[in-house]
Every structure is written in structure tokens, then in C-alpha cells.
């Protein structure tokens, strides 16, 4: 099972918004509603921010969303803030086990 | 608030048994499913497998034959072994809490990270 492919860094501006994409196959990403996303700062363990495509944990801004269409989902991230800048992992099912996306810096210019 | 925590050796050597423990507390490790992640130095995450507390696993196709996930519900803990390890393994350790019903990991512990050298 290969890794979910994910840009390797995206960056935006204070405020404004960004978009990571998480490409799969429909043996996971297009398969499942089960599609998560992690954001991890440096020395820091995985967050939980996005499960099932589109929920938010309590906790986590609404300037945080997710989508899905087809084999490929997605993280947006609106209203860009210093702390948003972090490392972020979409994370598949697929048949009896999970797969991580390659991850993406989020970097603020 | 559940918290876990890893423990076991921080250096193998190749060719041997990785072996870690996560201490579950503030909850019982019982009606739950539990996961192992791991993240080499510099990459990304790794799913290595899950357990519920009945003992059921499933574990990554890549890593399966060398994997083995157990409970301890009465120590309200978890174990990870990995066997014939190389440098390749050499990586942090996470143990979550696993929502099979929604598909998320969460928490996690904080990490531990386990060096395969000779």
C-alpha cells in the first residue's frame, strides 16, 4: 500500500486561505468515508483536525475544513494564522488498515 | 482525559526485537481500540496496526510478518514487538487511542524514539 500523495509545502500570507490536497485511489480515499487529517509542529505528536472527510473535533477553529471528491481530499485552511504553520497528514482506511499521506509544510510568507 | 505514554529501550541492535510498552491512563484501555504510528527522523507517519481490547489486530500488509501487537487490560497497557529489525526501523514511536466506529487517532502519546544501530 503506497503512501497517499500530498504537495511536499504550500504558503500563504496572514489571513488569507490555502488548500492541501491528499491524492489516493478508490481503494482508500475514493473507497471510505474515513478520511482523516493530523496537523504535527515540529517536536510536537499528531493533532487530530479533520475526521470523516469533513468533522471537526471539539476544540479545533471552523477556519479548518475538509472535502473529498473522488479519490482525492482535501484541507482548507482560512483566515491563515502564525500557529497554523505546522506539518499536516491526511490518513486513509483502506480494507482492515490505514495509510498516511506523505505530508505537507504549511509555511506562512 | 485519557494521556498515553511509551516506554521500552531507545537503541537496538539489528537483527533483534524491538520491543515497547504504552501505558494507558485517566481511562481503561477496555471497550477501546489502541494503535501503533510511527514517524522516521526527517519523514512522515506510518500506521503499523491497531488492537482492541478483546485482542483483535489488524496490522500493516508491509509489516505484518514481523509485527505483533498485545493488551495488558490489567496493567491497562499496550505492546508493540517488532522482529529483525534493521536501520530502516529506526524511527518515533506513537501509541493512540483509535475510533474505529469514526476512524481517527486521538490522543497520542508523546513519542518515543527507538535507534536501530550496531
Known amino acids: 500500500q503506497s503512501a497517499l500523495t500530498q504537495p511536499r509545502s504550500v504558503s500563504g500570507s496572514p489571513g488569507q486561505s490555502l488548500t492541501i490536497s491528499c491524492t489516493g485511489t478508490s481503494s482508500d480515499v475514493g473507497g471510505y468515508k474515513y478520511v482523516s487529517w493530523y496537523q504535527q509542529h515540529p517536536g510536537k505528536a499528531p493533532k487530530l483536525i479533520i475526521f470523516e472527510v469533513t468533522k471537526r473535533p471539539s476544540g479545533v477553529p471552523d477556519r479548518f475544513s475538509g472535502s473529498k471528491s473522488g479519490n482525492v481530499a482535501s484541507l482548507t485552511i482560512s483566515g491563515l494564522q502564525p500557529a497554523d504553520e505546522a506539518d499536516y497528514y491526511c490518513?486513509?482506511?483502506?480494507?482492515?488498515?490505514?495509510?498516511f499521506g506523505t505530508g505537507t509544510q504549511v509555511a506562512l510568507l | 482525559q485519557v494521556q498515553l505514554q511509551e516506554s521500552g529501550p531507545g537503541l537496538v541492535k539489528p537483527s533483534e526485537t524491538l520491543s515497547l510498552t504504552c501505558s494507558v491512563s485517566?481511562?481503561?484501555?477496555?471497550?477501546?481500540?489502541w494503535t501503533w504510528v510511527r514517524q522516521p527522523p526527517g519523514k512522515g507517519l506510518e500506521w503499523i496496526g491497531d488492537?482492541?481490547?478483546?485482542?483483535?489486530?489488524n496490522y500493516n500488509p508491509s509489516l505484518k510478518s514481523r509485527v505483533t501487537i498485545s493488551m495488558n487490560t490489567s496493567n491497562n497497557q499496550f505492546s508493540l514487538k517488532l522482529t529483525s529489525v534493521t536501520t530502516a526501523d529506526t524511527a518515533l514511536y506513537y501509541c493512540?487511542?483509535?475510533?474505529?466506529?469514526?476512524?481517527?487517532?486521538?490522543?497520542w502519546g508523546q513519542g518515543t524514539l527507538v535507534v536501530v544501530s550496531s
Open positions: 490518513c486513509s482506511y483502506a480494507d482492515r488498515h490505514y495509510v
Open positions: 488492537i482492541f481490547y478483546r485482542g483483535d489486530t
Open positions: 493512540a487511542m483509535y475510533d474505529w466506529n469514526e476512524g481517527w487517532f486521538d490522543p
Open positions: 485517566g481511562g481503561s484501555v477496555s471497550g477501546y481500540y
